[in-house]
């Protein structure tokens, strides 16, 4: 693997970056500045998730749960897949290193990747076509530079189209106009090394900013308590700028990525990664309110299997979105949007493959949202999104929300939705003597119904609980053939519901000291169609726990050390059956001043390895104990 050179490369680059930035920032905010915000603070922070405009999270008719920067700061977490463990609405379980299956309201499959959640980065789609899911290992944001990230638990597929189904994931970044000057950070432990910068400034009226990043991970452990060979690194860099004065806003980014994991035994060639992505967007805020938005992306991403086995993915997206002035009570927002993608995939010898190897999918959609005040305290929003596929046709998901705030501390809500989930190239196009795609597949259905309530029943505790009742049909089955037993192929065998519930709370014991903790419950009741002659089992519904909870500490021991310790608890899985565990990360900082930080951080204190869940495509892995000493500079 790629291991001190590239390491050194980016280490010089950076420390170079840092020592032109020293001596010119005063806008950088200091270290001593990232601790945790208030109950009201909290309570304020603007999302645009739940309707695609800025609203406070305590206002926002849905499950949605808020990362801060802050709380990323304090978490010690080494990727932005162990970052969403702090969100109780997700179930977040790694299969090995860098693999990891992350979902709400359940179906984790173990065949492959959950495909019922909707992931955006800066406002770029970044599921696959391929089979619906997220490959998290190229996810890889600059942590130091997130804003937010807003976790919605249910349907959003009024706004955010095919996948949303059970939940949507939106990471937003801090304006290049908020990370002028200088940023250096190293990691080393036993099973992740890494070293990242980033230099912003300004150049006529515009706001920019570079980073570079350089991950290796160690491997994850073989029941025999042997290491695997699963070992991994990635490199990454990027840029961002913001600029537009008066009405008009613009951004410009682009990332670009490559990495490998360790080669197998006699291997010519071990699995890597490698893409990039650019994106623009253009705001413009019309006169008495309301604004029109522009923005188009081109994404590529390539994954190499084996020497023989290949994909690549290359994407062009357009999104117009126009929100109008408030007319009496009412407030419309409506738009379209088009995206277009083109796939080649070449399998290996005795490898299943698709037919036809390469295919171009194509979605259109138009969207309205109607948002009505009947009063300063009672509104309701009604949206419908329309969106065409290649495979389905057209899809239909409407929504209606109500919120109530009988105070100025308590809103009530409720929802009812309808999501699809639109097929796959695998589950169309799959085809070997084993297992075939359904040439008929046609799209997932979910209609929810959920309620709500959050608030601030005692002054320095807030409280966010949801229930939900979810309704399926037509969820994927792997199928026998009749008399001939073979090809199974996909089809829509399934129906059935899924309910539970979803609570959090934040407690501020002291001004220096506050608790948080989170649960949620998860029951189905799925069944097979009549005639179905699925093999599939519950293997496809989802390898979900019955429950799951999680407390956090945050403790400022002073002026410039801070202790933070995260405790979960995860029921057991059932198929295949995973044992139920109970894990704790922590983390140790010290501030040696306002701009420079030392930590400790442990994961996984309580064993010294555990299984988390296991992807039937890849064998049983532990996850394993780790330590890390972090530095960060900001200049």
Known sequence: MRRTGLAGVSLAALMACASQAQARDDAQPSLADLRQLSIEDLANVQVTSVSKTAEPVSAAPAAIYVINSQAISRSGADSLANVLRLAPNLQVAASDSQTYAITARGFNE???T???????????????????????????????????????????????????VNGVINVTSRSAADTQGGLFAANGGDTWQGVRGRYGGMAGGAAWRVYAMYDQRGPSLRPSGNEARD?????????????????????????????????????LVGPSVSGGNLLGRWIHGAEGGGAFEAQAYYDTATRTVSSRVRAKVDTIDLDLRY???AMGAQTFTFGGGYRVSD????????????????????????YLQDEIAFSDSLRLTLGLKLEHNSYTGWEYMPTARIAWRPSDTVLLWG??????????????????????????????RLVSYELGYRGRPVGPISLSVSLFYNDYDDLRTLERTPVTFLPFTVQNGREGHTYGLEAWADYAVTDRWRLSAGVSTLHKDLKLKPGSLDIGGAALTGNDPDYQAQ???????????????????VASLPSPAIPSYVEA????????SDRGELSISGANLLDEAHLEFLNTSIPRRLIRRSFTIGLRQVF
């Open 323 to 325: 929100s109008l002035p």
């Open 114 to 164: 959950a495909n019922k959640l909707q992931v955006l980065i800066d406002g770029r789609t970044v599921y696959t076509p391929l089979f619906s899911g997220v490959f998290w290992d190229v996810q890889n944001v600059l942590l130091e530079d997130v804003d937010r990230i807003e976790v919605i638990s249910g349907p959003g597929g009024a706004l955010w189209g095919a996948n949303a």
């Open 231 to 267: 070992e991994n690194d990635l490199l990454q860099g990027g840029f961002r700028t913001d600029w537009g004065a008066g009405p008009d806003r613009f951004t410009l980014q682009g990332d670009a990525y490559a990495g490998s994991t360790e080669k197998p035994p006699g291997g």
């Open 551 to 569: 407390l956090r500490s945050s403790l400022d021991l002073g002026e410039r050390v801070s202790l933070d310790v995260d405790l979960r608890s």
């Open 110 to 112: 173990s065949t492959s």
């Open 585 to 592: 990360d922590a983390r140790l900082a010290w501030r040696y």
């Open 343 to 366: 796939d080649d995939f070449r399998p290996g010898p005795g490898t299943a493959f698709l037919v036809p190897g390469s295919r171009r999918l194509q979605w259109g959609n138009v």
């Open 415 to 444: 929802a009812v939705s309808r999501a699809v989930r639109t097929p796959s190239r695998f589950d169309r196009d799959l085809n070997s003597f084993v297992l075939g795609g359904g040439p008929d597949f046609q799209a997932e």
